[in-house]
């Protein structure tokens, strides 16, 4: 039985396992950790990282912020301030300052994801493509560690309002009722298995009990299989959240736990294979994803190794994603053509048992934009790319071309080829923003509370 311990900036001093770091190391984790958020926890670091190698290990980096993650202007003034002890609204004032240098709100998230309605945010659910909502439950909008790379890192540095999160179950059923092309429910966070198995239960038992045909399919995104698979196992309430898996497959619907692992190395301890076998029995699938990460996976024989581990695991290959341009995008990001390359080398290495994966793709504002290929069409040198999800349906599908553009980075970066001069979605986007039908946030009215 193994309880779990959280370590932050705050007890940092507690990790034993950090005497193997100069002062000068450790000083610069307190340095990026001001501005970066931190939260390793006891399994990460005892059977996670590999301490005798540690500067260099993909686990040691995914929670422990890195001196270059900052730009050397930043860090050395901050690591100054921090020095000669100055004044907390000093150091405050200069990390905010940092903060907004480092892309906080990508590709619309503000303007896009929060709406209001009188002067009242209305937060906990999105729902941009037609079939799948997401659900933010309040209490799950937190991890057992945190992931150095990740685009939610202005809400756990505090810098934003924990800003998606629901309480109610009732206005997300009333929705669904007046929904009905919704066939998935994606309950996510944060990771949703911080929360304890009663309040899980108290959101599951809602769907469960509403007995909506239409939906299909459960999913929850979670990074506990990586983090803390003893969520499964030890756990006071670990029997109570496998109940509830139970529970939801009991009752005809497919649940999906849609786990997040970055690297191999996740997937080796006891622990996690005994979480994985304890999930399947409930009847559950696991499908897994992760970002695609310079430092930590950038590399086709990782991706190869983590696709072939899941899948005699019993777990299905789901995503691959670029990384979006925000916080230490500098220190993880891979280039457009990077990633096609090692999507395509790691893809050709496996059986066709791991090529339900897709990828590498681009979580973008109008859908999520996979590269296919780089081909040469007519003499000219393109990248070949497709939506896999869009916020259209008909968008899906369709091959459509960029020029080529060796230091892309996003789709941003790309310009049509042929010599055209907009992407065949951007006049229909362009309308969708105008007209703000962005099905993205939906607006709870009190129309639909009392529906
Ligand atoms: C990825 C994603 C989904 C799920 O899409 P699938 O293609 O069904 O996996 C749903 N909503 C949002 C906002 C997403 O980014
Ligand atoms: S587990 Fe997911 S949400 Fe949590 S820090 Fe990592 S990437 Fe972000």
Request: glycine share 6%.
């Amino acid at each position: 039985m193994k309880l779990y311990k959280a370590y932050t900036r705050r007890n940092i001093g507690k990790i034993e396992e950090l005497s193997a770091l100069s002062s000068q190391q450790l000083h610069e984790i307190k340095v990026v950790s001001h501005v970066l958020p931190f939260k390793t926890n006891n399994y990460v670091v005892e059977e996670l990282i590999d301490w005798n190698n540690f500067e260099n290990d993909p686990m040691f980096i995914l929670n422990f912020p890195q001196r270059d993650m900052l730009k050397e202007s930043h860090f050395n003034h901050l690591s100054e301030l921090i020095k000669n002890k100055a004044p907390k609204e000093e150091i405050d004032k200069y990390v905010h300052h940092i903060r907004l240098q480092l892309n906080p709100h990508p590709a619309g998230q503000m303007e896009h994801n929060v709406p209001s309605l009188n002067g009242k945010k209305l937060n906990g659910i999105q729902h941009k493509y037609r079939e799948t909502i997401l659900f933010f439950p309040s209490q799950g909008q937190t991890c057992h560690a945190y992931c150095t790379f990740c685009f939610r890192w202005p809400q756990f540095s505090g810098m934003d309002d924990m800003k998606f999160g629901m309480k109610q179950t009732k206005l997300l059923i009333n929705y669904l009722k007046q929904n009905k092309d919704i066939t998935d429910i994606l309950i996510t966070g944060g990771d949703p298995l911080v929360m304890k198995a009663s309040i899980l239960a108290h959101y599951i038992d809602a769907i469960i009990a509403a007995d909506l045909p239409q939906i299909k399919t459960i999913r929850i995104g979670t990074k506990s299989l990586s983090f803390w698979p003893y969520r499964f196992l030890t756990d006071p309430d670990s029997e109570e959240i496998l109940d509830i898996f139970k529970r939801v497959t009991d009752a005809g619907i497919h649940l999906a736990i849609m786990s997040h692992f970055n690297h191999p190395q996740e997937l080796n301890t006891d622990a996690v294979v005994k979480a994985v076998d304890k999930i399947k029995q409930t009847g559950a699938q696991i499908r897994t994803q992760s970002p695609l990460l310079h430092h930590i996976n950038d590399d086709p024989a990782i991706w190869s190794e983590m696709w072939r581990k899941q899948v005699n695991l019993g777990m299905i290959p789901y995503y691959m994603f670029i990384a979006r341009d925000t916080g230490a995008h500098s220190y993880f990001g891979v280039n457009l053509q990077n990633a096609f390359n090692i999507f395509q080398n790691a893809y050709q290495n496996v059986s066709g048992i791991c090529r339900t994966v897709r990828g590498p793709s681009m979580s973008s504002s109008p859908g999520k934009i996979q590269i296919t290929g780089v081909a040469s069409i007519k003499g000219e040198k393109v990248y070949v790319l497709n939506f896999i999800q869009g916020r259209v349906p008909e968008w899906v599908g369709q091959p459509f071309f960029a020029k080529y553009n060796p230091d892309a980075q996003w789709i941003d970066d790309l310009e049509p080829a042929f010599g055209e001069k907009e992407f065949f979605y951007e006049k229909e986007y362009q309308r969708l923003l105008k007209t703000e039908k962005l099905p993205e946030t939906v607006l709870i009215t009190e129309d639909l509370q009392s529906a």
